[in-house]
């Protein structure tokens, strides 16, 4: 299993609303050129989105499936890859005192990429999650930057319930 781990400079509210809006799959997830809502309310269970791959003048089409969803803490979901079949990926938000600890875990449930899954397979899906996490924590940090940049001078924000504090 391709487990990768990282720490994003803002609150897990933050990151949460970004992997709650289904709209914007292919802002973070690496490869995917866009992404549109296919069925259902992401992240809702069940719910789906369509993304296309586009890979030079070579276009695919597939599905991501809400398998399990406890907002604010876990998506996990089940991405469909055409011949290469189907993955689990488990997406994880820790709080970490301010900020978020985002933990992604990925690996094939169907098809040919769990029959070829092998150590090489395991280190090309390191890459592609070190890259996700990259886009996703500059993605969550910069809309942070610029929630904090419109608050009005002198505005205290305190935290809601839950927000910034450990849990037992």
Not at 36 to 44: C, F, M
Not at 113 to 123: D, K, M, P
């Amino acid at each position: 299993m391709a487990v990768r781990h990282r720490l994003i400079r803002t609150s897990p509210q933050t990151v949460w609303s970004v992997l709650a809006d289904g709209s914007r799959y292919a802002e973070w997830v690496v490869g995917t050129s866009s992404s549109e809502p296919e069925h259902g309310h992401w992240p809702d269970l069940g719910a789906a989105i369509r993304y296309t791959v586009r890979l030079g003048p070579v276009q695919l089409s597939n599905h991501t499936v809400v398998r399990r969803c406890v907002r604010g803490e876990t998506l996990e979901l089940e991405a469909q890859a055409g011949a290469l079949g189907t993955a689990r990926i488990a997406i994880e938000l820790r709080p970490w005192g301010e900020h978020c600890l985002v933990v992604v875990d990925e690996h094939p449930l169907h098809g040919v990429g769990g029959t070829l899954h092998n150590v090489a397979v395991e280190a090309l899906i390191q890459l592609r999650h070190r890259a996700m996490l990259a886009r996703l924590a500059e993605l969550c940090e910069t809309e942070a930057a610029e929630e904090e940049r419109r608050r009005p001078l002198g505005q205290v924000v305190t935290p809601g319930p839950g927000e910034g504090a450990a849990r037992a």
